[in-house]
């Protein structure tokens, strides 16, 4: 058995930042376990860049201003006290990460260079060409190894573990590489598992690790998930695969065109343009489709990003990685063609309930959240674009500040009996599913899943086809209690992991197909369209998801916390 003062999962931009704050306090002991290897978790795939308030371009930016394109882009379903605080932070952490070595792309006076991005007012995101998350990932990855982080690869997070009070006090893993349970005890757990994207495995810009495992383990422990509904579908997916065309395509300078040669996004939002928040383009360009200005048919049709007015120079130089993904997967170079467009599944923006923003401490006493898998409540019902990774730089930090906190204040639970019982349950379960000959193959359940996300919960909803899919989504949880895994063998058996990542998505599509249906209303990336109005009388609420007592989903509400911006309508 192992045991830690602070066990964090999760080897992200989030995770490994609190990490790295545990590891700097004198004294305490910190581990982290990933399912795969730290520096090619999802941050890494983040391009454009990390949003802050440094006043390097546009003198005239402020934290306030900030503060309010971020209340503005959530359609007011953001916390304004935990956007503020969140927002006050950021330009630390930029000047952390260059502290510690991150090379960010620069200006003529060497500054940290920033780029407009969609919905906010100046240009505000820092980057590193169109590499940016990487960048952030190395970097901390680098200094969480200076300070002695003791990183568990290839561990695989199975469940939290509560003693006789409630607190969380420890966790059972899959050890891939050995092939059995480990059980690991610690005062304090952050979960930092990134979003669930692939539950939308049609067409989805995240990862094949983006399972939602530890917003699934926190619900199953008796945490709440928060506004689960909230969707974010990238405008720019590539058209035949939905691979991440970074918004820095269109912060540079980019255009987005329809089948008649038109800039559409001038009917949409005549102000802002391509640089309008990502649900009013993602939304745009859908409507474009649906009115036959796309090029192509069905769900292979498509619009086109067109750089070539861009020059060389620009897309060589900032957008090298961009170009590079469309040679590969459009065969086409952006420096002569446009780019087939279409959006993807891309952002979770609800998760694991943080009822603390201030620690990212969770309902549960001793687990904390932070990054994707949370819902700190800063990005409301659509997130701003570079607000991504600076929530992992900011609130990584606060939660490894808050889990050290704790653990230096509490002892370690009395979780021995609970691990046993746990491990033993898992090992057994292990058996039953890999020696199963019947039922229905575990990866037709993935399939079935991401069908019914896609076409039914996807960028436009409506009853009838949420209520179908909840249908489905029920009957697939039976079918997945007798599938079919089949590979017996222990050592990397990946078989098994895809069963349970598979479990996770279930459980967390059904949270965000019961917010879709309980949201009777059009909000952000929300788009109900028997109910295409937002209805701030009704819905200025957080939906809250808990598993009740007699193992059913329990849906409640909570009032979204406002401090001096009241709601207005959503111009670009």
Same mark, same amino acid.
């Given at each position: 058995?192992?045991?830690?003062?602070?066990?964090?999962?999760?080897?992200?931009?989030?995770?490994?930042?609190?990490?790295?704050?545990?590891?700097?306090?004198?004294?305490?002991?910190?581990?982290? *376990?990933?399912?795969?290897?730290?520096?090619?978790?999802?941050?890494?795939?983040?391009?454009?860049?990390?949003?802050?308030?440094?006043?390097?371009?546009?003198?005239?930016?402020?934290?306030?201003?900030?503060?309010?394109?971020?209340?503005?882009?959530?359609?007011?379903? #953001?916390?304004?006290?935990? *956007?503020?605080?969140?927002?006050?932070?950021?330009?630390?952490?930029?000047?952390?990460?260059?502290?510690?070595?991150?090379?960010?792309?620069?200006?003529?006076? /060497?500054?940290? +260079?920033?780029? /407009?991005?969609?919905?906010?007012?100046?240009?505000?995101?820092?980057?590193?060409?169109?590499?940016?998350?990487?960048? *952030?990932?190395?970097?901390?990855?680098?200094?969480?190894?200076?300070?002695?982080?003791?990183?568990?690869?290839?561990?695989?997070?199975?469940?939290?573990?509560?003693?006789? =009070?409630?607190?969380? %006090?420890?966790?059972?893993?899959?050890?891939?590489?050995?092939?059995?349970?480990?059980?690991?005890?610690?005062?304090?757990?952050?979960?930092?598992?990134?979003?669930?994207?692939? *539950?939308?495995?049609?067409?989805?810009?995240?990862?094949?690790?983006?399972?939602?495992? $530890?917003?699934?383990?926190?619900?199953?422990?008796?945490?709440?998930?928060?506004?689960?509904?909230?969707?974010?579908?990238?405008?720019?997916?590539? #058209?035949?695969?939905?691979?991440?065309?970074?918004?820095?395509?269109?912060?540079?300078?980019?255009?987005?065109?329809?089948?008649?040669?038109?800039?559409?996004?001038? =009917?949409?939002?005549?102000?802002?343009?391509?640089?309008?928040?990502?649900?009013?383009?993602?939304?745009?360009?859908?409507?474009?489709?649906?009115?036959?200005?796309?090029?192509?048919?069905?769900?292979?049709?498509?619009?086109?990003?067109?750089?070539?007015?861009?020059?060389?120079?620009?897309?060589?130089?900032?957008?090298?990685?961009?170009?590079?993904?469309?040679?590969?997967?459009?065969?086409? @170079?952006?420096?002569?063609?446009?780019?087939?467009?279409?959006?993807?599944?891309?952002?979770?923006?609800?998760?694991?309930?943080?009822?603390?923003?201030?620690?990212?401490?969770?309902?549960?006493?001793?687990?904390?959240?932070?990054?994707?898998?949370?819902?700190?409540?800063?990005?409301?019902?659509?997130?701003?674009?570079?607000?991504?990774?600076? @929530?992992?730089?900011?609130?990584?930090?606060?939660? $490894?500040?808050?889990?050290?906190?704790?653990?230096?204040?509490?002892?370690?639970?009395?979780?021995? +009996?609970?691990? +046993?019982?746990?491990?033993?349950?898992?090992?057994?379960?292990?058996?039953?599913?890999?020696?199963?000959?019947?039922?229905?193959?575990?990866?037709?359940?993935?399939?079935?899943?991401?069908? +019914?996300?896609? /076409?039914?919960?996807?960028?436009?909803?409506?009853?009838?086809?949420?209520?179908?899919?909840?249908?489905?989504?029920?009957?697939?949880?039976?079918?997945?209690?007798?599938?079919?895994?089949?590979?017996?063998?222990?050592?990397? =058996?990946?078989?098994?992991?895809?069963?349970?990542?598979? %479990?996770?998505?279930?459980?967390?599509?059904?949270?965000?197909?019961?917010?879709?249906?309980?949201?009777?209303?059009?909000?952000?990336?929300?788009?109900?369209?028997?109910?295409?109005?937002? /209805?701030?009388?009704?819905?200025?609420?957080?939906?809250?998801?808990?598993? #009740?007592?007699?193992?059913?989903?329990?849906?409640?509400?909570?009032?979204?916390?406002?401090?001096?911006?009241?709601?207005?309508?959503?111009?670009?």
């Amino acid at each position: 058995m192992e045991q830690f003062d602070v066990l964090v999962v999760g080897s992200g931009g989030a995770g490994q930042r609190a990490a790295l704050e545990v590891g700097r306090r004198k004294g305490l002991t910190v581990a982290l *376990i990933t399912k795969i290897f730290p520096t090619r978790s999802a941050t890494a795939m983040a391009q454009g860049g990390v949003n802050a308030c440094l006043n390097n371009v546009a003198a005239e930016d402020t934290v306030e201003t900030h503060t309010f394109d971020t209340v503005k882009g959530s359609d007011y379903l #953001g916390d304004q006290d935990a *956007i503020e605080f969140f927002c006050s932070r950021c330009p630390e952490g930029v000047l952390e990460m260059d502290h510690m070595g991150a090379p960010f792309s620069r200006t003529e006076q /060497n500054k940290i +260079a920033q780029r /407009n991005f969609g919905g906010q007012s100046y240009p505000r995101t820092c980057y590193s060409a169109d590499k940016t998350g990487h960048v *952030i990932l190395h970097t901390t990855y680098e200094q969480c190894l200076k300070e002695g982080v003791h990183f568990l690869q290839e561990w695989y997070l199975l469940d939290l573990v509560k003693d006789a =009070n409630g607190h969380v %006090g420890g966790a059972v893993v899959w050890n891939m590489k050995e092939g059995k349970v480990e059980q690991i005890k610690a005062k304090a757990i952050i979960l930092s598992t990134g979003g669930a994207g692939r *539950i939308f495995w049609t067409r989805t810009t995240n990862p094949f690790l983006s399972t939602g495992d $530890g917003m699934a383990a926190a619900f199953r422990a008796g945490n709440g998930l928060k506004d689960m509904e909230m969707i974010q579908f990238h405008p720019t997916g590539l #058209g035949r695969t939905g691979i991440l065309m970074s918004e820095a395509v269109r912060g540079e300078g980019g255009y987005l065109l329809n089948s008649e040669g038109e800039r559409f996004m001038k =009917n949409y939002a005549p102000n802002k343009m391509e640089l309008a928040s990502r649900d009013v383009v993602a939304k745009a360009i859908e409507d474009e489709i649906a009115a036959g200005r796309g090029f192509g048919s069905g769900l292979n049709a498509y619009v086109v990003a067109d750089l070539r007015h861009l020059g060389p120079e620009v897309i060589i130089e900032k957008l090298h990685g961009i170009r590079d993904l469309a040679m590969t997967f459009e065969h086409c @170079d952006p420096l002569v063609q446009p780019v087939p467009i279409r959006p993807t599944c891309h952002y979770t923006m609800g998760g694991i309930d943080v009822v603390d923003y201030k620690t990212c401490a969770c309902e549960l006493p001793g687990l904390f959240s932070s990054g994707e898998a949370s819902c700190i409540s800063i990005h409301g019902a659509n997130r701003l674009g570079g607000n991504s990774l600076a @929530d992992g730089v900011v609130f990584g930090k606060v939660s $490894g500040a808050g889990a050290a906190d704790y653990a230096e204040t509490h002892e370690q639970p009395n979780v021995d +009996a609970e691990l +046993a019982a746990a491990a033993k349950a898992w090992e057994a379960k292990f058996t039953e599913v890999t020696t199963r000959e019947g039922g229905r193959p575990v990866v037709e359940i993935r399939d079935a899943l991401a069908d +019914a996300m896609w /076409n039914k919960v996807g960028i436009f909803r409506n009853e009838d086809g949420i209520t179908e899919a909840l249908k489905e989504i029920d009957q697939l949880i039976e079918d997945y209690k007798t599938c079919y895994v089949g590979d017996p063998e222990r050592t990397y =058996n990946m078989a098994f992991v895809n069963y349970c990542e598979i %479990g996770s998505m279930l459980t967390v599509a059904k949270a965000i197909a019961m917010g879709a249906l309980h949201r009777r209303e059009s909000r952000g990336a929300h788009i109900r369209e028997d109910h295409p109005k937002r /209805n701030d009388e009704r819905y200025l609420k957080h939906s809250l998801i808990k598993l #009740g007592a007699n193992g059913e989903y329990e849906l409640t509400e909570r009032d979204v916390v406002f401090t001096k911006y009241e709601p207005q309508e959503r111009k670009y």
